[in-house]
């Protein structure tokens, strides 16, 4: 079955760029998503198809995919973005890469 | 203000059955998809299937075809993910999503989640 590959965790310092990627082999084809959640929440959508921000989504996040890649970026990453982040993407279901945990300290 | 309310925290023995609840209000039920998500304690999050109430249309991700059943009744808005038997590894937190449009599959509207704890 598809699988989607993210690093187990990922460590920047404030203000700093944080970049989580998610690997798959149908990404070239398919759109990826990211999303974002905090202990005890349940996941926001921080990007859409493969690059696109939702409204009230800081400017800070942002998203990109090449070849078998998708890339979540965090440009001045902040204390509060502190969370486990997930990609998703469909092939004949939907699936989920393994999450990565982005300390921000 | 599109919302999805799911049923409350349930504590089950194993061999137990069970079925989970999602409410939507605030849009045409039968026009949009509704996928299920597990979460494992400390684990990430799995895609289990999705369902289209429109028409019943549901369809599986492999890891859980077979495990578990997804069902909606539209005349009262409500999606359902069910168990025949439970396993202690059914254990999870089991969130409920709608897509932002009727052709797409990835949630931005989520329920508050169900907890289903299975133990002896």
């Known amino acids: 079955s598809y699988e989607l590959t993210q690093p187990p965790s990922v460590s920047v310092s404030p203000g700093q760029t944080a970049r989580i990627t998610c690997s798959g082999d149908?990404?070239?084809?398919?759109?990826a998503y990211w999303y974002q959640q905090k202990s005890g929440q349940a996941p926001v959508l921080v990007i859409y198809?493969?690059?696109k921000r939702p409204s009230g989504i800081p400017e800070r996040f942002s998203g990109s995919s090449s070849g078998t890649m998708a890339t979540l970026t965090i440009s001045g990453a902040q204390v509060e973005d502190e969370a486990d982040y997930y990609c998703y993407s469909t092939d004949s279901s939907g699936v989920f890469g393994g999450g990565t945990k982005l300390t921000v300290l | 203000e599109v919302q999805l309310v799911q049923s409350g925290a349930e504590v089950k023995k194993p061999g137990e059955s069970l079925k989970i609840s999602c409410k939507g209000s605030g849009y045409s039920f039968t026009s949009y998809w509704i996928g299920w998500v597990r979460q494992m304690p400390g684990k990430g999050l799995e895609w289990m299937g999705i369902i289209y109430p429109g028409d019943s249309d549901t369809r599986y991700s492999p890891s859980f075809q077979g495990q578990v059943t997804i069902s909606a009744d539209k005349s009262i808005s409500t999606a359902y993910l069910q168990w025949s038997s439970l396993k202690a590894s059914d254990t999870a937190m089991y969130y409920c999503?709608?897509?932002?449009?009727?052709?797409?599959?990835?949630?931005?509207?989520w329920g508050q989640g169900t907890l289903v704890t299975v133990s002896s």
């Open positions: 999503a709608r897509p932002p449009t009727s052709s797409s599959w990835y949630g931005v509207y």
């Open positions: 149908a990404l070239p084809k398919k759109y």
């Open positions: 198809e493969d690059s």
